[in-house]
T-cell receptor, first 112, second 115 residues
Framework: QKEVEQNSGPLSVPEGAIASLNCTYS??????FFWYRQYSGKSPELIMF??SNGDKEDGRFTAQLNKASQYVSLLIRDSQPSDSATYLC????????????WGLGTSLAVNP | DVKVTQSSRYLVKRTGEKVFLECVQD?????MFWYRQDPGLGLRLIYF???????EKGDIPEGYSVSREKKERFSLILESASTNQTSMYLC??????????????FGPGTRLTVL
């Protein structure tokens, strides 16, 4: 059973701090990794994807991938109250590039 | 921008009713998906379709069927709604360009309540 695990939280950080969200996956052949943000009552929206080891930065967001450790993370710098949401990690396996394996999500609260 | 629309944001049905949820995408994507999302259980794949008239079961297909007669439209059917099908239903679409960056895009969701 291929799995994606996230700490459910809630993760609480003060405004302006760095929020660090983590995700581990079981399928060593996984190819691509996605972070989605989901506000309460809304649908998931893509923040960023990563498929190469190392860091990928997009504005205040940085995704980090370590395939050897089967670990992907999302850092949010200068956290804002508007970042308060659930963050979903999704992993695309090697064999079937259509389906994603989803984590349960980490709830983030940014306190003013 | 990719646009995925769903026929209703909120729907209330009675036990035993046949329920149709529709999803339309405007980006000529080959693949479409139906998920349900429940607290503590996350996103669970019900069915997906990789081409017109083609479908494949996901992780929880029981009690559901799907129809894809046109590329842009993917319908989820609850043959006889039950209370345990009360949930948020999310449709997504995906282009198959073969790139590792191919991304699923979601519709706004339908909150279905079965009484």
């Amino acid at each position: 059973q291929k799995e994606v695990e996230q700490n459910s939280g809630p993760l609480s950080v003060p405004e302006g701090a760095i929020a660090s969200l983590n995700c581990t996956y079981s399928d060593r052949g996984s190819q691509s990794f996605f972070w989605y943000r989901q506000y309460s009552g809304k649908s998931p929206e893509l923040i960023m994807f990563i498929y190469s080891n190392g860091d990928k930065e997009d504005g205040r967001f940085t995704a980090q991938l370590n395939k050897a450790s089967q670990y992907v993370s999302l850092l949010i710098r200068d956290s804002q109250p508007s970042d308060s949401a659930t963050y979903l990690c999704a992993v695309q396996g090697a064999g079937n590039n259509r389906k994603l394996i989803w984590g349960l999500g980490t709830s983030l609260a940014v306190n003013p | 921008d990719v646009k995925v629309t769903q026929s209703s944001r909120y729907l209330v049905k009675r036990t035993g009713e046949k329920v149709f949820l529709e999803c339309v995408q405007d980006m000529d994507h080959e693949n479409m998906f139906w998920y349900r999302q429940d607290p503590g259980l996350g996103l669970r794949l019900i069915y997906f379709s990789y081409d017109v008239k083609m479908k494949e079961k996901g992780d929880i297909p029981e009690g559901y069927s799907v129809s894809r007669e046109k590329k842009e439209r993917f319908s989820l059917i609850l043959e006889s709604a039950s209370t345990n099908q009360t949930s948020m239903y999310l449709c997504a679409s995906l282009k198959s360009s073969g790139k590792r960056t191919d991304t699923q895009y979601f519709g706004p969701g339908t909150r279905l309540t079965v009484l």
